[in-house]
Nanobody
Framework: QVQLVESGGGLVQAGASLRLSCAAS??????MGWFRQAPGKEREFVAA???????SYKNSVKGRFTISRDNAKNTVYLQMNNLKPEDTAVYYC???????????????????WGQGTQVTVSS
């Protein structure tokens, strides 16, 4: 049974940092990603990483967020620096079961999802 378990969310002030973790169990994945959903908005792509370390980011987080993974631990991370109030959302870890190094950014391209972790950034 596949499970994705996120941790690391919280309440911080603008300019602070947080590190999210997502531990996968049940199988390994070529591509994993992070999405977020703010109240009243659609779930949106944040970042993705391939097995070999290729990365893709939403434009508004480039230079502030870094996605990484530890394949031995089957875990993906999202380091978020210089957080802004507009980063406030529930952050979801996602896994793409396809056997490809092509990174995808659409929410319907991902097959497994974590339960989400809340990130709140106060101004």
């Amino acid at each position: 049974q596949v499970q994705l378990v996120e941790s690391g969310g919280g309440l911080v002030q603008a300019g602070a940092s947080l590190r999210l973790s997502c531990a996968a169990s049940g199988r390994t994945f070529y591509n994993m990603g992070w999405f977020r959903q703010a109240p009243g908005k659609e779930r949106e792509f944040v970042a993705a990483i391939s097995w070999s370390g290729g990365r893709s980011y939403k434009n508004s987080v480039k230079g502030r967020f870094t996605i990484s993974r530890d394949n031995a631990k089957n875990t993906v991370y999202l380091q978020m620096n210089n957080l802004k109030p507009e980063d406030t959302a529930v952050y979801y870890c996602a896994a793409d079961r396809s056997a490809t190094n092509v990174l995808r950014t659409g929410r319907y391209d991902y097959d497994y999802w974590g339960q989400g972790t809340q990130v709140t950034v106060s101004s």
